[in-house]
């Protein structure tokens, strides 16, 4: 099996209902996730680090991102992240010309309010970094699955697609 190291960001992924404050708030522990790998045969290490909607997210939090994955001895990155600026995050890691394989992933609703379209793109993700061959950064969003420059977000529409 390949060794894969999964990044938590926080994001829509990871929110949860308060019900004190009646907000969304993101879980910095990775609930979602171990739900996710319960269900699995596989189990699969997470850290989880920074614990921010996308939109809070400067870029000393990417250089963080960027260190763990430097440092790491895996040569594939899973990172959870947060759908609006995604495309910055993967940005910031591609100009870092790392020799790794690198996939970013997300959800527009919150695993916690429905499961399914954050598992299916954590699944499909996964799948993803364990399938290709080609290093760089990828996103791996709502069945779309390429290199980052070939996908965005359609804020009209809620869902990523392809660009060509």
Do not use: C
């Not at 019900?19 to 990775?30: A, M």
């Not at 100009?95 to 916690?112: C, E, F, N, Q, R």
């Amino acid at each position: 099996m390949k060794k894969i190291l999964i990044i938590n960001t926080g994001g829509t992924f990871n929110k949860v209902y308060n019900p004190i404050t009646g907000e969304l708030d993101i879980d910095k522990e990775g609930e979602a996730l171990k739900e996710i790998s319960k269900l699995w045969l596989n189990r699969f290490e997470v850290i989880n680090i920074i614990g921010k909607d996308s939109l809070d997210m400067k870029d000393e939090d990417r250089e963080e991102i960027l260190d763990i994955i430097t440092n790491s001895s895996k040569k594939r990155a899973l990172i959870i992240h947060g759908t609006d600026t995604m495309d910055r995050t993967a940005e910031y890691l591609d100009s870092a010309k790392l020799d790794k394989k690198i996939v970013l992933t997300g959800s527009m609703v919150p695993y916690s309010i429905n499961s399914v379209e954050a598992t299916a793109n954590f699944s499909s993700a996964y799948g993803y970094l364990l399938g290709i061959n080609q290093k760089g950064v990828h996103i791996s969003m709502n069945g779309r699955m390429e290199n980052h420059k070939r996908v965005t977000k359609n804020k009209e529409k809620g869902y990523f697609e392809s660009t060509k």
